[in-house]
Structures are given as structure tokens and as C-alpha cells.
Nanobody
Framework: QVELVESGGGLVQAGDSLRLSCAVS????????MGWFRQVPGKEREFVAMIRSYPGSTDYADSVKGRFTISRDNAKNTLYLQMNSLRPEDTAAYYC????????????????WGQGTQVTVSS
């Protein structure tokens, strides 16, 4: 059973940085394409970023491009999301997910999810 566990969320001020981590309990982590999504109450889960298994290319939502960086450490089975220049509108629960098939931007294309970590950005 593959498990995804996020950590690193918290309460910060606008302009601050945070790094989220997602520990994945799978020896085959290096073969997974992975993504980060976020969700606020009453809204659908929103695509943030994704990273392919090989060659590790990335893609971002326009709202975070230039501020967030997705990366992975295959030796540690861990996915990261470095978030800089945080804004109040970045406040959400952040989820990591394992891609399955379909369009990368859609949550339905991912088959496994972590429990989420809350990020709150005050103005």
C-alpha cells in the first residue's frame, strides 16, 4: 500500500517562504509522475505543479509560476514544493498526489493522495 504524507505547512506572513514535503512509501517512487494541488473550502481542488518521473520536467499553474518550485529527491522518496513570495491568496490545504493517466491539470488524473497540509498566509 503506497502512502503519501505531506508536511511543512504553517502560518506565515505575506512575502515569506515555506517548503512542503511529501514522503512516499514506495520503492518505485522514481517512476512516478507527481503533482501538488491545493484546495480551499467550498472550491474544487486546484492544480499547482507537477514533475515527471523522467526526465523530471515540470509544469506550473500560472498563478504560482516564478514563485513556486517543485522538485524531488528519488533517493529519499520525497517530493517537495518550495513556495516563495507567498500571498494571502495562496492560503489553502496543499496535497501531493501520484499521477495515473489523463490531463495533468485535473485532479481526477491522480490516483493516490496525501492527507494534506494547511498553509495560511496572513496579509
Amino acid at each position: 500500500q503506497v502512502e503519501l504524507v505531506e508536511s511543512g505547512g504553517g502560518l506565515v506572513q505575506a512575502g515569506d517562504s515555506l517548503r512542503l514535503s511529501c514522503a512516499v512509501s514506495a520503492r518505485t517512487f522514481s517512476t512516478y509522475t507527481m503533482g501538488w494541488f491545493r484546495q480551499v473550502p467550498g472550491k474544487e481542488r486546484e492544480f499547482v505543479a507537477m514533475i515527471r518521473s523522467y526526465p523530471g520536467s515540470t509544469d506550473y499553474a500560472d498563478s504560482v509560476k516564478g514563485r513556486f518550485t517543485i522538485s524531488r529527491d528519488n533517493a529519499k522518496n520525497t517530493l517537495y514544493l518550495q513556495m516563495n513570495s507567498l500571498r494571502p491568496e495562496d492560503t489553502a490545504a496543499y496535497y501531493c498526489a501520484q499521477y495515473h493517466s489523463g490531463t495533468y491539470y485535473y485532479a481526477a488524473s491522480y490516483e493516490r493522495w496525501g492527507q494534506g497540509t494547511q498553509v495560511t498566509v496572513s496579509s
